[in-house]
T-cell receptor
Framework: DGGITQSPKYLFRKEGQNVTLSCEQNLNHDAMYWYRQDPGQGLRLIYYSQIVNDFQKGDIAEGYSVSREKKESFPLTVTSAQKNPTAFYLC?????????????FGEGSRLTVL | QQQVKQSPQSLIVQKGGISIINCAYENTAFDYFPWYQQFPGKGPALLIAIRPDVSEKKEGRFTISFNKSAKQFSLHIMDSQPGDSATYFCAASMGGAQKLVFGQGTRLTINP
């Protein structure tokens, strides 16, 4: 079945540590996205990539980094510079540049900083 | 101007009733208005979407009503069922999915 796989589902991190969240898609979509979800704040865009080897900052990119070396993979690193990293992180994909239609989401990764 | 304001934040409806969630926007350049449904511990999934050239779109028990002059759109769930209990997000975009702006979300509970 086609879809988006995020791992791990739950992750605990000590303050000062970097952590990388995995996102893999087999939908053959060109565009991929990372969102952060906090209670009462909706979904906020962290980074997005419309093509391999290219990515753009979203609204809340500070303290995060990404790479897009393969079409199907878009990992997110939460660095120690992110002041409040505890959140639910969602990866999504869509058909590509300019496409205004459906976003397909993974099941999310919940990060807790201890 | 890029915000989408969603209300209410939470909503409790009896089984069989009508659930109504409202969203308002400022940017008249928005040209795509989707609603996403999210169950606990899962990612959101597209429920229904509308473009501003129509005032209403219906899919089964779910209807989007769109008021272009008021810059408002709403989701109506008819004959609400306990399985509809979820968080609902409205959104709006122009020029691509990377510009999708989400509302704050509404936690809907349908009591049996």
């Amino acid at each position: 079945d086609g879809g988006i796989t995020q791992s791990p589902k739950y992750l605990f991190r000590k303050e000062g540590q970097n952590v990388t969240l995995s996102c893999e898609q087999n939908l053959n979509h060109d565009a991929m996205y990372w969102y952060r979800q906090d209670p009462g704040q909706g979904l906020r865009l962290i980074y997005y990539s419309q093509i391999v080897n290219d990515f753009q900052k979203g609204d809340i990119a500070e303290g995060y980094s990404v790479s897009r070396e393969k079409k199907e993979s878009f990992p997110l690193t939460v660095t120690s510079a992110q002041k409040n990293p505890t959140a639910f992180y969602l990866c999504a994909s869509s058909m590509g540049r300019g496409y205004t239609g459906e976003l397909f989401f993974g099941e999310g990764s919940r990060l807790t900083v201890l | 101007q890029q915000q989408v304001k969603q209300s209410p934040q939470s909503l409790i409806v009896q089984k069989g009733g009508i659930s109504i969630i409202n969203c308002a926007y400022e940017n008249t350049a928005f040209d795509y208005f989707p609603w996403y449904q999210q169950f606990p511990g899962k990612g959101p999934a597209l429920l229904i979407a509308i473009r501003p050239d129509v005032s209403e779109k219906k899919e089964g028990r779910f209807t989007i009503s769109f008021n272009k002059s008021a810059k408002q759109f709403s989701l109506h769930i008819m004959d609400s069922q306990p399985g509809d209990s979820a968080t609902y997000f409205c959104a709006a975009s122009m020029g691509g999915a990377q510009k999708l702006v989400f509302g704050q979300g509404t936690r809907l509970t349908i009591n049996p």
